[in-house]
């Protein structure tokens, strides 16, 4: 069975413009297993959005839009007030890793991209926790078919120190690898992790990666 490692946050543009191409190479591996590790772009960010910031980060949004074709609401960074610190989302991946522990990882990389069309698409608020409970449970609850995930259980994971701590951690190894850019897709071997990818990158390319890594 292969095995992957997705380095990412759900706030960072490229990383949603790469969910397609992500998703093109896993059905080719479709008994693949999938670890997300949190990158943290701006996790813990405390800073109220100025005009400049805005402006930078809406140049790279029309970028990736360019690039991947894929919907953007341009107007959710116009909320009053609006602080991007992308640790709560990050956090909401935990949580839906903690709660479905017992599902198919592919449940996760549902999750992910859930909360990625909410932000990018919907123009929702993903650092509210409210909100990320809502999406994410929601997310989980489409990817099984049923309706186990509850908002209330879900939000109580969410909020819970144990769970700010193991989100932390996430960070933190992605420092110790020393990645500093996202998207990366690794690839798990018996010698190690090899990378397949940094930054956006076609389908592919990473299939053509992979087929090299093999020889």
């Not at 949190?38 to 949004?61: C, F, K, P, S, V």
């Not at 990645?179 to 299939?207: E, F, I, N, W």
């Amino acid at each position: 069975m292969n095995k992957f490692v997705y380095i990412a946050d759900p706030m960072c543009s490229w990383c949603y413009g790469f969910g397609p191409e992500l998703r093109q190479f896993l059905q080719t591996q479709p008994d693949a297993e999938l670890d997300i590790i949190l990158g943290g772009l701006r996790a813990y960010n405390r800073q109220t959005m100025d005009d400049g910031q805005r402006e930078m980060i809406l140049e790279h949004w029309h970028k990736v839009q360019q690039v991947s074709g894929l919907p953007f609401d341009m107007t959710g960074l116009n909320r009053n007030g609006f602080v991007y610190d992308t640790e709560p989302v990050c956090r909401a991946v935990v949580t839906a890793k903690i709660v479905a522990e017992d599902m198919p990882n592919m449940a996760i990389l549902n999750v992910f991209q859930a909360l990625q069309h909410a932000f990018y698409a919907d123009a929702r608020d993903v650092t509210d926790e409210k909100v990320l409970a809502e999406v994410a449970s929601r997310a989980l609850n489409a990817f099984d078919g049923g309706d186990s995930f509850d908002y209330e259980s879900f939000y109580e994971v969410l909020t819970a120190p144990p769970t700010r701590d193991e989100t932390r951690q996430h960070f933190e190894q992605v420092q110790r690898w020393g990645v500093r850019g996202y998207p990366v897709l690794l690839a798990v071997k018996s010698d190690g992790l090899h990378m397949l990818s940094s930054g956006y990158t076609k389908s592919a390319s990473l299939q053509e990666a992979f087929q090299q890594l093999a020889k």
